[in-house]
Nanobody
Framework: QVQLVESGGGSVQAGESLRLSCAAS????????MGWYRQAPGKQRESVASITGSTSTNYADSVKGRFTISRDNAKNSGALQMNSLKPEDTAVYYC??????????WGQGTQVTVSS
């Protein structure tokens, strides 16, 4: 089992920044990939960014150039740096990891609210 703890959400004004963090803990696991998803009220959960290894990244078109995903393999942790936030970025953000056994684990979610 892998436990994920997210932190860093909050309320900001449009144009400001937030940094979300995700820390994985447990026994005998190896992280293969990490991703961030978000779910706004009344909408389906969507992928925001993902990283495989240390440098292979993918981003949703809506966040390209504004968000940056990173991970620290040694610490089994990762982060999502969110700059130039927009009101449409308001959502609950979830960290998700994939282990080397292809098991998926989700964090509890952290609220991000961006006001105009």
């Amino acid at each position: 089992q892998v436990q994920l703890v997210e932190s860093g959400g909050g309320s900001v004004q449009a144009g400001e920044s937030l940094r979300l963090s995700c820390a994985a803990s447990g026994r005998g696991f190896v992280l293969k990939a990490m991703g961030w998803y978000r779910q706004a009220p009344g909408k389906q959960r969507e992928s925001v960014a993902s990283i495989t290894g240390s440098t292979s990244t993918n981003y949703a078109d809506s966040v390209k150039g504004r968000f940056t995903i990173s991970r620290d393999n040694a610490k089994n942790s990762g982060a999502l740096q969110m700059n130039s936030l927009k009101p449409e970025d308001t959502a609950v953000y979830y960290c998700m990891v994939v282990t080397s056994l292809n098991d998926n684990y989700w964090g509890q979610g952290t609220q991000v609210t961006v006001s105009s």
